[in-house]
C-alpha cells in the first residue's frame, strides 16, 4: 500500500509563508506525477500544483493561475517527500490541502484533473487571516 502524509498547515496572517510536505511511504516507483489539490466545504476540490519526475529527473511543475509566483512545487528524491512552499498568502488561499500520486506520467492537461491520481493523502489545513 501507499501512504501519503500532509503536514505543515496552520492559521497565518495575509502576506506570509508556510511549507506544506507530503510524506510517501510503502510501495514506490521510479516514475511519479504528484500535485496538491485543495478544498473548501461545499466546493469542488480544486488543483493548486502538480510536478512530475522520474528517477532524479523532473519534467515538469505546473500551477494554477491563481498561485503563480507565489507558490513553488518541489521534491526531495532522498526523502520521498513532495513540498508546496506558499509565499504571500492570501486569505482566498484558505482551505484543506490534500496531497494527490499518481505512480506514472501524466501530462499537464491531465495532470490538472482529480481523477487523475489514484492516492491522497488526509488533509491539512491551511487558513489565512485578513
Known amino acids: 500500500q501507499v501512504q501519503l502524509v500532509e503536514s505543515g498547515g496552520g492559521l497565518v496572517q495575509a502576506g506570509e509563508s508556510l511549507r506544506l510536505s507530503c510524506a510517501t511511504s510503502?510501495?514506490?516507483?521510479?516514475?511519479?506525477?504528484m500535485a496538491w489539490f485543495r478544498q473548501n466545504p461545499g466546493k469542488e476540490r480544486e488543483f493548486v500544483a502538480a510536478i512530475r519526475w522520474s528517477g532524479r529527473i523532473t519534467y515538469y511543475t505546473y500551477y494554477t493561475n491563481s498561485v503563480k509566483g507565489r507558490f513553488t512545487i518541489s521534491r526531495d528524491y532522498a526523502k520521498n517527500t513532495m513540498y508546496l512552499q506558499m509565499n504571500n498568502l492570501k486569505p482566498e488561499d484558505t482551505a484543506v490541502y490534500y496531497c494527490?500520486?499518481?505512480?506514472?506520467?501524466?501530462?499537464?492537461?491531465?495532470?490538472?484533473?482529480?481523477?487523475?491520481?489514484?492516492?491522497w493523502g488526509q488533509g491539512t489545513q491551511v487558513t489565512v487571516s485578513s
Open positions: 510503502g510501495r514506490t516507483f521510479n516514475t511519479y506525477a
Open positions: 494527490a500520486a499518481k505512480y506514472a506520467a501524466l501530462i499537464e492537461r491531465v495532470a490538472v484533473l482529480r481523477a487523475s491520481y489514484d492516492y
